[in-house]
């Protein structure tokens, strides 16, 4: 006797759109930035501006949640004087929540947790002083998909552009302890293979 053939998935409706966050992702996120760090060996008074980026990997494994890695780096100046230089840097997990899922609206909450460091150094001196341990980030982000429909018309996923808006965090092990608060206005520029 033969076993019965499993039966396919039910075929999509004709007029039902694909998913466009869909399927394993990879994208970065590239802007300007505003940095408050806190040392031990000399005073920052000022705000550091400056730029920064993520490269994030991972996979959509709910319509309403992925799941993925992300590597975050920050460079920014103090142009007061003494003129300093902040340099720091992150790996993280980074989870994404996409609360009108249902809608098929790619806006996304976006939180992250990991651990970096970074290190503040002061023109006319030679040593730097810097600050490390657990990171957590925050964000929200909207993305258009631009050509998918007509590129991707029956394929979830497809190319897409958005701004994000966050915070990264390199928290005080303790009170008065060196930290760093970032935030930052950036450009997601993404590509979702589908599933």
Known sequence: MEAPAEAPPPARP?????????????????GPGVSFARVNDFPTPNPFVGGGGTLRVGEVIYPWMSIGVEISGNLAYRNADPRQRLLQGAFLVDFGFYPAAKKQLPLSLRAGFGAGGGAVRERGRQDRSGFGGAVFTAAVRYEFFPGAAKRRPKRGGGLSIGPELGWIGFLPAAKGRPMSNTVYLGVFIGFYFGS
């Open 14 to 30: 004709a007029s039902a759109k694909p998913p466009r966050v869909d399927g394993t992702y990879v994208g970065g996120t590239l």
